[in-house]
């Protein structure tokens, strides 16, 4: 079983920068590794995701152009590098991973970290 662990989160104001990471213990990640947020009172969203082994990389048109996937297989660490963040970016941000498909759909994904909160403040 793998365990993901969230870091980088924190408060900023819009038009600012953070970078989150999503380190894997236990194993290396599933084939897929995906960011996701939920923000109070809505569903959890997809962000983006990546493959773990090629790095092809897919994202929500929301974040398209100011949010980065990337991963350092040699750390077993996955970042998402968020450019240009607005307040509706507000909320807590959750990696996961899966074998099956590179996707946005919640329920495909089998591990989830913790979450970590990002604020942007206008």
């Known amino acids: 079983q793998v365990q993901l662990v969230e870091s980088g989160g924190g408060l900023v104001q819009a038009g600012e920068s953070l970078r989150l990471s999503c380190t894997a213990s236990?194993?290396?990640?599933?084939?897929?590794v995906g960011w996701f947020r939920q923000a109070p009172g809505k569903e959890r969203e997809f962000v983006a995701t990546?493959?773990?082994?090629?790095?092809?990389?897919y994202y929500a048109d929301s974040v398209k152009d100011r949010f980065t996937i990337s991963r350092d297989n040699a750390k077993n660490t996955v970042f998402l590098q968020m450019n240009g963040l607005k307040p509706e970016d507000t909320a807590v941000y959750y990696c996961?991973?899966?074998?099956?498909?590179?996707?946005?759909?919640?329920?495909?994904?089998?591990?989830w970290g913790q979450g970590t909160q990002v604020t942007v403040s206008s």
């Open positions: 990546i493959k773990w082994s090629g790095g092809g990389t």
């Open positions: 236990g194993r290396t990640f599933s084939s897929y």
């Open positions: 996961a991973t899966t074998f099956r498909y590179q996707g946005e759909s919640v329920s495909e994904y089998d591990y």
